[in-house]
């Protein structure tokens, strides 16, 4: 596989990494009460106990039947099934439990943000260079304030990345390669995500379709300012070094099914101002709209499609279980 093919493997928005970054400011803390129930808060373990816990932080986790993040959305068109996708994975995630299996052996079609394999090499490099790229000979270091380069050349340095692969490259797309990095260090990689496995389960059985294109994505990050992505690529520095606690915690909440769980890290650091109310916006609440609104167009032809979506996209009140809700669909979680 070419650099650039795997590189463009990362580009999908709010995929493990890109939700993680949001989350580092305010940070996800899995605590134990005095009866050992673990619950997930916002604060650290000995600010708040699980009994003064708002239902929405407190989930239970290690319970004797997990539930998979797969939600069933029915209507009188017909019905879809959600499953939230990590679009890094790990072995340690499979198999997934048999009802998600049976769920999309008897479903007709498989949804996915972007299907990479529909993309040729040659559009990926061109792609990337015209949009993550510098074109006027310029560099990152000439983009961005001399503490932040500072502080990505020694993230590179860390992660065992020449500076000089980064210079040329915008702040979001440098982001993304040092997030890239940093899971595959931690064991995370594209191939084990959940949306690539159901691609290839589904060759020759079920056919694909796409609820965005890559270029819709790879523009939607490049349309931020300067400023934007540079507090994109300041936030990415700060959650890398939390290491694997980060992407731990959000694998357990996707493990367990836990909606608040997922919701809360999706949220975090988002609420921090102006440029972090634009980036959730960009990244999650208008592309939910357009994502639920593709769907309900695709359902009006009674099919029963299975759908794999980051899981940052389906919970809370702009999430796509809660758009579909309001279009008519009845929503459960098997």
């Known amino acids: 596989m070419s650099k650039n093919k795997k590189l463009i493997r990362f580009l999908w928005p709010v995929i493990l990494a890109v939700t993680a970054w949001s989350s580092a400011q305010a940070g996800l803390y899995k605590c134990t009460d005095a009866h050992h129930k673990i619950v997930y808060q916002d604060k650290p373990c000995q600010d708040m106990a699980s009994a003064k816990l708002p239902g929405s932080l407190s989930r239970m986790a290690g319970r004797e039947e997990e539930r998979a993040f797969l939600w069933k959305a029915v209507s009188d068109k017909g019905v879809l099934y959600l499953l939230g996708s990590l679009h890094f994975g790990n072995p340690l995630m499979y198999p997934l439990p048999q009802y998600v299996m049976d769920s999309y052996t008897g479903a007709n079609v ?177 592309r939910n709209e357009r994502m639920v609104n593709r769907l309900y167009e695709l359902a009006a032809d009674g099919r029963t499609y299975f759908v794999v979506v980051g899981a940052g996209h389906l919970p809370g009140e702009q999430g796509m279980l809660k758009l579909l809700e309001e279009k008519g669909y009845k929503i459960s979680q098997p």
């Not at 379709?209 to 523009?219: C, P, T």
């Open 110 to 286: 498989l949804v996915v943000e972007v299907d990479i394999n529909n993309t040729g090499a040659k559009e990926v490099a061109k792609l990337l260079g015209d949009r993550g790229h510098y074109g006027d000979k310029s560099s990152l270091e000439d983009h961005i304030k001399p503490t932040t380069w500072a502080k990505t050349v020694a993230m590179a340095k860390k992660l065992e990345i020449d500076e000089d692969r980064l210079r040329s490259l915008k702040p979001w797309l440098a982001a993304l390669t040092l997030s890239s990095k940093s899971l595959e260090q931690a064991g995370y990689t594209a191939d084990q995500g959940v949306d690539q496995v159901f691609i290839r389960e589904s060759q020759g059985k079920k056919p694909v379709m796409e609820l965005e294109s890559l270029e819709e994505q790879v523009k939607l990050f490049d349309e931020f300012s300067e400023q934007e992505q540079e507090q994109m690529l300041l936030q990415t520095l700060q959650d890398l070094s939390r290491g694997q606690d980060l992407y731990n915690n959000i694998a357990d909440a996707w493990k367990s099914g836990d909606a608040e769980a997922m919701d809360l890290i999706t949220r975090q650091g988002y609420d921090s101002g102006p440029v972090g109310s634009k980036l959730f916006k960009a990244f999650f609440a208008d």
